[in-house]
């Protein structure tokens, strides 16, 4: 009954700038944690950033510095603001929710960034 979808993927040049959304549907009581990931082809799935209900939030050391999270609560949104990205932050990008103790995922936002 819970949906993931993302969103804001796309094209840009390094140095550029891209803000993904996530927004949870369906039957939801409360959100508590929700992360970004992202996958490259043939790659381990990799944390990005993270953040509570509460607002604390973690970083990988490779974005730490250029990306940040928040959400919305009321919206059951989550977004992740990726500034001076680089070649190496190509990847597709996951929304991740634990909702009622379930995982969930979405299907994921291309980005692509150019040298």
């Known amino acids: 009954q819970v949906q993931l979808v993302e969103s804001g993927g796309g094209l840009v040049q390094a140095g550029g700038s891209l803000r993904l959304s996530c927004v949870a549907s369906?039957?939801?009581?409360?959100?508590?944690?929700m992360g970004w990931y992202r996958q490259a082809p043939g790659k381990q799935r990799e944390l990005v950033a993270t953040?509570?209900?509460?607002?604390?939030?973690s970083f990988a050391d490779s974005v730490k510095g250029r990306f940040t999270i928040s959400r919305d609560n009321a919206k059951n949104t989550m977004y992740l603001q990726m500034n001076s990205l680089k070649p190496a932050d190509t990847d597709v990008y996951y929304c991740?929710?634990?909702?009622?103790?379930?995982?969930?995922w979405g299907q994921g936002t291309k980005v692509t960034v150019s040298s």
């Open positions: 991740n929710a634990q909702i009622q103790e379930v995982d969930y």
């Open positions: 953040i509570t209900s509460r607002g604390r939030t």
């Open positions: 369906g039957r939801i009581f409360s959100i508590n944690i």
